[in-house]
Every structure is written in C-alpha cells, then in structure tokens.
C-alpha cells in the first residue's frame, strides 16, 4: 500500500521485491485461510480497526505464533495476552 502511494521509494516493482524477498530469505508463503479471515472480525476487544494488523493476530493466534514488531497497538494487545508479541 505504501509503494502504491508513492511513500516508499523503491527501485523494483513490489511483487518483484517481495518475490525477490522470499527467495533470498527461503521463507514459506502461507495463504490465509477463510478461518483466519473470520476470526480476525471476531477477536478480543479492545483491538484497533486495521484489517491487516487484525488479519496478522488471527493467523498468529490460528498458528501458535509469536508477532514481533514496533507496533504499539499490536504490543499492548499482546500485553492483554490476546496474542504472543516480542518487541523489536
């Protein structure tokens, strides 16, 4: 979204970087299941209204993962236990 808004500059179109990404990284692209999908509609209050951050919690939740980020919204969620965080 960021790239498409002209406010991450970047020499490579976003699905290349991406691409280019994961296989540098040999990381595994998982997609989202329709439960996830649901469950992200469906999480413990109090939760901010970003669909992506909230689609992030639910796989992590769905999964048994640990999020690690700078966002404070995600931390504080964490900190209710709702979801596994690990500040970076």
């Given at each position: 979204?960021?790239?498409?808004?002209?406010?991450?500059?970047?020499?490579?179109?976003?699905?290349?970087?991406?691409?280019?990404?994961?296989?540098?990284?040999?990381?595994?692209?998982?997609?989202?299941?329709?439960?996830?999908?649901?469950?992200?509609?469906?999480?413990?209050?109090?939760?901010?209204n970003d669909?992506?951050?909230?689609?992030?919690?639910?796989?992590?939740?769905?999964?048994?993962?640990?999020?690690?980020?700078?966002?404070?919204?995600?931390?504080?969620?964490?900190?209710?236990?709702?979801?596994?965080?690990?500040?970076?």
């Open positions: 979204m960021l790239a498409s808004k002209n406010r991450l500059a970047s020499t490579r179109h976003p699905l290349r970087w991406f691409k280019d990404a994961v296989g540098q990284f040999g990381a595994d692209v998982e997609e989202v299941s329709p439960d996830v999908l649901v469950a992200s509609s469906f999480l413990p209050a109090p939760i901010h669909p992506m951050d909230r689609i992030l919690i639910a796989t992590a939740r769905e999964r048994d993962l640990t999020i690690v980020t700078r966002d404070r919204a995600i931390l504080s969620y964490g900190a209710l236990g709702h979801v596994k965080t690990l500040p970076c």
